[in-house]
């Protein structure tokens, strides 16, 4: 690849296209990061925290082991930027569970590629002294912590090689010979040999990507003046997290609900997270804490819960006419997509974003090539007509 081709246009400024654009100006990429808010208004900046945390499945070795490696390295990625108290704090997760579930995921875990420094058991008796929880056990993962939103994409876009245009809300894309033309509603134009979207679940309103199937989940959550009773800094989770003293607050959640179009926070939700802070921190409030503080926002969800990452098809084949290999499917050049991760952006979307740049610059690894082949954003299709299996043996 000349210097020349050595363009980026990546559309959606969270963590997704942060990332994205950290691992491609690293690689000496000229990037152009459009975002359709003003930088402050990007939704998810308006969250106090958001958590790092390895979530694993007791059936998904694909997907246990990409949990596995991406929570390291954004655990590192976050302490590697030596952020302040204010910012981040990464002293880990615990997982509680009842003690048979327990038992089953620590044997699950012990089974992972994970170091063994990485994970603890913790029994019923110390769950119940250090975090106040009865009749739970837990796991204590390392790799895990919290850390503020808007510094963390920050710091990734900090970087003379990226250029970061707010209030650029993409409404049309067309190729070109060699590169992409990018027109936005304020009327300006950009060009890049590759071009990348990162724009959650406003990807769909692009008619190029009518076919790919995201689902919006509406999320609430909460947060109160620290209980002084909590001396812990690790996150506590289980069905509903808690972050404890994010700058003097104690922040809770979330809640979950498709196809809701609120703004505002609701009562109901909120109602909803406090039965999980008064869970996770052993206690009910003491007294009135007043009117309610959080953060609404929606996730991009796909339907496996597994992101959609890598290249993007110029057509969908019909079905009947279906393609007999891989070598016979058809990509636009140069063109990528990076969404889909849910609420679990944070853990996995600095590793993946890492992998996708390696494709973008046609550099990737054996393991990188294996983990967008895990996530190819038409896997579902590719499995009814037979060549998922062979796309994802195709590297063994």
């Known amino acids: 690849m000349s210097k020349n081709d050595k363009s980026a246009v990546i559309v959606g400024a969270g963590i997704a296209g942060s990332s994205l654009a950290f691992h491609l100006a690293n690689k000496g990429y000229q990037i152009t990061l459009l975002d359709e808010n003003s930088y402050k208004e990007v939704e998810i900046f308006h969250n106090k925290a958001v958590e790092i945390s390895p979530h694993y499945m007791l059936n998904n070795p694909s997907y246990n082991s990409l949990m596995t490696k991406a929570s390291k390295f954004s655990y590192e990625l976050v302490r590697g930027f030596k952020f302040t108290k204010k910012d981040a704090m990464m002293k880990g997760v615990v997982k509680l569970y009842d003690l048979k579930d327990c038992e089953k995921m620590l044997g699950k875990i012990s089974t992972f590629d994970i170091e063994k420094s990485a994970f603890e058991y913790l029994e019923p008796c110390t769950i119940k002294e250090k975090y106040y929880v009865d009749k ?49 509603e304020n009327s300006n134009r950009y060009f890049a040999k590759n071009l990348i979207l ?35 800094k690790e996150i506590i989770s289980e069905k509903g997290y808690l972050i404890p003293d994010v700058n003097g607050l104690d922040i809770f959640g979330s809640t979950y609900e498709r196809d809701n179009e609120n703004k505002e926070l609701s009562n109901n939700d909120y109602e909803k997270n406090l039965k999980t802070y008064f869970k996770l921190c ?24 597994n992101p959609y990452v890598g290249k993007v098809f110029a057509d969908l084949p019909d079905k009947k006419n279906r393609p007999y290999s891989l070598d016979d ?52 299709w590719l499995k009814q007509i037979g060549l998922r299996k062979k796309m994802l043996t195709k590297y063994k």
């Open 136 to 184: 739970k056990a837990g796991i204590y993962f390392k790799h895990g912590g919290w850390v503020s939103p808007i510094k963390l994409c920050s710091s990734l876009t900090n970087d003379r090689n990226i250029n970061l245009i707010p209030k650029s809300k993409v409404t049309k894309i067309n190729q070109k010979t060699s590169s992409w033309e990018i027109y936005c």
């Open 198 to 232: 990162c724009n959650s679940t406003s990807l769909n309103k692009i008619n190029l990507f009518k076919d790919i199937d995201l689902k919006k989940n509406r999320g609430q959550i909460n947060w109160v003046d620290r209980k002084k009773n909590l001396k812990h």
């Open 282 to 305: 052993g206690d009910k409030f003491e007294q009135n804490h007043g009117l309610q503080k959080g953060w609404v926002g929606w996730r991009a969800v796909t339907l496996d819960r």
């Open 329 to 380: 499917l058809n990509y636009h050049p140069n063109l990528f997509i990076n969404v889909g991760y849910g609420s679990r952006g944070y853990t996995l979307a600095p590793f993946v974003s890492k992998c996708l740049a390696s494709m973008v610059d046609s550099s990737q690894s054996f393991e990188e090539e294996s983990i967008l082949n895990f996530l190819n954003p038409y896997r579902s």
